[in-house]
Each structure stands twice: as C-alpha cells, then as structure tokens.
C-alpha cells in the first residue's frame, strides 16, 4: 500500500491550495479516505473523510465551509480543496486510510508521507 500526497506549500490568508493523494496497492473504491493534519509542535487532527462512493464527505468544524474531499475512483485519487486560509490551518497534512471521526492510533492503517501547507503572509 502507497498514498502519495501532493500540492502543499505557502500561500497568504485567504488563499486557496489543492492537496492531491494518490494511492496504490489496495482496491482504493472499497475504503473510506480521509485527511489528517498535524500543526506545528500538536498531535494529529483528524479533519475530512469521504466514503468509498464519493457521495457523502464529513468535515470536522475547524474545516467545515471552507474545505472540500473528493475522490476520483478511476484514477485512485483523493483530493482536497482548500480555500480561505487561515495561518492556523498551517501543517503537514496526511492522506490516510480510514473513516471519519476516527481514533489517529488506531482507525488509520496506511498514511502517506505528509505535504506541507505554511498560510502566512
């Protein structure tokens, strides 16, 4: 199993990213996917998650409104939209396998490596 995050980097309040996660290796449309972030020096934040369908996303509320999951099953890919950022949504944020409102040490088996995501202006 591979996830490979992609599409971080600095951008100013306001602005807006789109992280991309590939996965490998599993049958990506069986699973629940989500998003996990960890900010600068705190533990791990579950934030977004989307079913293995793609019909129905959960966002926690620190993300909700501004943030939005998708997946694209032909292509393994699951993606997030990211706009009016605020310097508190700085990270790393993680593509993870696992539902939502999950426990981090324990409903998530597989994790990417992590992108970058710096808002400062």
């Known amino acids: 199993v591979q996830l490979v995050e992609s599409g971080g980097g600095m951008v100013q309040p306001g602005g807006s990213l789109r992280l991309s996660c590939v996965a490998s290796g599993f049958t990506f449309r069986s699973y629940d996917m989500s998003w996990v972030r960890q900010p600068p020096g705190k533990g791990p934040e579950w934030i977004s998650a989307?079913?293995?369908?793609?019909?129905?996303?959960y966002y926690s509320d620190s993300v909700k409104g501004r943030f939005t999951i998708s997946r694209d099953n032909a292509k393994n890919t699951v993606s997030l939209q990211m706009n009016s950022l605020k310097p508190e949504d700085t990270a790393l944020y993680y593509c993870a396998r696992g539902p939502p409102y999950g426990i981090i040490w324990n409903d998530y088996d597989y994790w990417g490596r992590g992108t970058q995501v710096t808002v400062s202006s």
């Open positions: 989307i079913n293995p369908g793609g019909g129905t996303t």
